[in-house]
């Protein structure tokens, strides 16, 4: 499975991203799709994951509210919208996919195939 990852940039804070991960397979009722986050000298942290079938979302608590996560099946890929974006915001953003049960949703191990980042920078 091979995942890219596109949509980063420089927004001021307010602002909004649009990211954008495609698959190379049909990852609908095959993958847990998920984004994680990592800044620099940080781990790579959970940001948002969305079931098999799409059915359910899980976010991070510091997200909530802000970002959504969901999946477009026709074209194989999974989308983050991120809105009101914050400086904090900022990172390397990853996509991964993955077959874990829900509770290992947040752990990187958790995810097989890993997308090349994208860089989302918040500042005015």
């Known amino acids: 499975v091979q995942l890219q990852a596109s949509g980063g940039g420089l927004v001021q804070p307010g602002g909004s991203l649009r990211l954008s991960c495609a698959a190379s397979v049909r990852t609908y009722n095959n993958y847990v799709m998920a984004w994680f986050r990592q800044a620099p000298g940080k781990e790579r942290d959970f940001v948002a994951a969305?079931?098999?079938?799409?059915?359910?979302?899980h976010y991070a608590d510091s997200v909530k509210g802000r970002f959504t996560i969901s999946r477009d099946n026709a074209k194989n890929t999974v989308i983050l919208q991120m809105n009101s974006l914050k400086p904090e915001d900022t990172a390397v953003y990853y996509c991964a996919a993955g077959r874990s049960v829900i509770s290992q949703i947040y752990y990187p191990s958790a995810y097989y195939y890993w997308g090349e980042g994208t860089q989302v920078t918040v500042s005015s």
């Open positions: 969305l079931s098999r079938n799409g059915g359910s979302q």
